[in-house]
């Protein structure tokens, strides 16, 4: 991994959407109408770039290419879950992109003075806690798809139907205390608050129901496990070996 | 001139044949654009609250850029995206040889070879979007404010190619372009609000550096009949430096291109 520095600093600049969106949030003074002020925002689009950055997951790509190549057949002979595969090259990006994110951090500080802040140790260790959930729930929800693979040969193109929504619910772009009470119902019974909005609230030393929010990031992850599980041993019975 | 008007209709009745295979991908494609629409205006509207506005911008006339900003990311998905995404493979099997030994411009082949009609209904409805959200916003389009909408669009469209067809060429050198497309494509998300709704800093540098504001702002100032002549023709200036510069560093690049496999 350390042979792409490059990639990784590109791949850690392509997150820069937490950015471009706070600087139109505290131009346009928006966030008192959301209970936020502009330090606030700050702090919460940090976090939610920090979040972003160890919680973002490819591993419908990378199957989809393994699958599409014939190289998972002899993954799938070795007596290991491929899946596991996909943790491993993920966890070992993410601690590449630790510097690259260290240093963004630092310039937004440079940027933003007043926004400065340390979590305390234990917020800072409820938020890497909420954080590994979250990229646990975003790759089991990914591998769902990755398991279609086994049925149709493009299944990345699905991966678009979870990222629209993720995109938008996740609290990537604006904090979900902004919504109107309605939309923020509905957006609270899908899994995507918890994979953005929750850590970086941790982060950022906003006021979270800390309780109810690992309790749901847990059932997520135990709805989703058996999920993926069935998925992949019925796919694994239809699959058919391209290209080998 | 004739010869690559009729490639381009073989190209793209050969690209329509083979997407009627996978229509599942069409239905995907437009459930994903309607998503991505409803979730901007969605996010666009909570600017709005309380009556406020977004740089001087009504909720009508940034609708108007919702719109623009849909019509190229259709454009975009349709022909950009397929096309100048594949030159880093030929590039890493060497199958780039090929397509230089055939007699038509390599730029131009590289550029067209496919049409992905999954784009279409982007197109057409970001169109209808634009013009919906100007007759809201009270424009009275005259003869002349629609020819400089169809020239700024024109404008836009060419920045855009330019800077994807230059990123994508780079991969002569680099061989993995994948995530400065990201880069760009987080970059050019920018261009969903316009362009007076940001920093002082940032409006520099969506305006000269990577201009996002000629894409959608300038087009939608355009089409609501706001657009200075000043800037259009500003804006005829930097497309076309940067169509040229495109260009020659393809032409540089491919003093470069070392083969892959033979």
Known sequence: MLEYRIEIALWALSGVLPFIMF??????????????????????????????????????????????????????????????????????EQATR?????????????????????????????????????FTIAFLLQSLVAALCFWTEKSSALERLIFVPYLFLSGLLVPLSAFPSYVLK?????????????????????????????????????????????LWKLGVKRYTAMGA | ?????????????????SQLEY?????????????????SVFILSLFFTGGRQLGDWTWESALVIQGVYTFLDGLTNALLRPNLTEIVNYVREGTLDYVLLKPIDS??????????????????????????????????????ALFV???????????????????????IWFVKTWNATEVLRALLAAGRYPISAYPVILRFIFTLVLPVAFLTTFPAEAILGELKFKILFF???????????SRLFWKFALKHYTSASS
Do not use: C
Not at chain 1, 207 to 227: E, K, M, R, Y
Not at chain 2, 23 to 32: D, G, M, P
Not at chain 2, 122 to 144: D, K, M, N, P
Not at chain 2, 235 to 245: E, Q
């Open chain 1, 23 to 92: 600087s139109l949030w505290s131009q346009n003074d928006v966030g008192n109408s959301f209970g936020l002020n502009d330090t606030g925002l700050a702090r919460y689009f940090l976090s939610a770039f920090l979040v972003r950055q160890f919680s973002v997951v490819w591993v419908v790509f990378s199957f989809e290419e393994d699958s599409l190549s014939g190289r998972l057949s002899p993954y799938l002979l070795q007596p290991l879950h491929p899946l596991f595969r996909y943790v491993a090259s993920h966890l070992a």
């Open chain 2, 23 to 39: 229509q599942l991908n069409f239905l995907i494609e437009l459930l994903a654009m309607l998503g991505t629409l409803l979730g």
């Open chain 2, 149 to 171: 909408f169809i020239i700024s669009l024109l404008i836009g469209f060419i920045i855009l190619y330019s800077v994807w067809f230059l990123i994508s060429a780079s991969s």
């Open chain 2, 107 to 144: 730029q131009f082949w590289l550029s067209v070879k496919k049409f992905s009609f999954a784009g279409l209904p982007e197109i057409i409805l970001g169109l209808s979007i634009v013009f919906w959200a100007a007759i809201q916003s009270g424009s009275t389009f005259s003869i002349y």
């Open chain 1, 98 to 134: 630790l510097p690259f994110a260290i240093a963004i951090a630092i310039t937004f500080f440079i940027l933003n003075p007043s926004s400065f802040w340390l979590p305390s140790l234990p917020q800072l260790f409820l938020a890497y806690l909420s954080t590994h959930f979250a």
């Open chain 2, 235 to 245: 804006g005829l200036i930097l497309s076309s430096l940067f169509f040229i510069f």
């Open chain 2, 1 to 17: 001139m004739q010869r690559y008007f009729k490639t381009i209709r073989l190209f793209w009745s050969t690209a329509f044949a």
């Open chain 1, 186 to 230: 509905v957006a609270m019974l899908t899994p995507f608050p918890y994979l953005i909005n929750f850590p970086a609230k941790i982060l950022s030393g906003m006021p979270v129901d800390i309780f109810n929010g690992f309790l749901a990031q847990i059932l997520w992850i135990s709805i989703l496990v058996p999920s993926v599980n069935i």
